[in-house]
């Protein structure tokens, strides 16, 4: 994944959205995913992949409505 990726998809969340990426394991995406989302939370494991759960950053661009 890249930055620029990662970027796009965090700013089509709204301020309570939430994403889902399914990466292979050896991909570090709560490192690459900090910048551009307010929590990362692996939501399960298996056969060589990852699903995290991914939030916007309240607070940091935009506050909630």
């Known amino acids: 994944l890249t930055e620029r990726f990662l970027h796009a998809a965090a700013a089509h969340l709204d301020t309570l959205g939430k994403a889902y990426f399914v990466v292979n394991a050896f991909i570090d995406l ?20 990852c699903v995290y759960r991914l939030e916007a950053a309240l607070g940091r661009d935009q506050a909630p409505k």
């Not at 910048?35 to 992949?49: K, M, S, V, Y």
């Open 30 to 49: 709560p490192q690459r995913a900090g910048p551009h989302f307010g929590r990362c939370q692996l939501a399960a494991e298996g056969d060589g992949f």
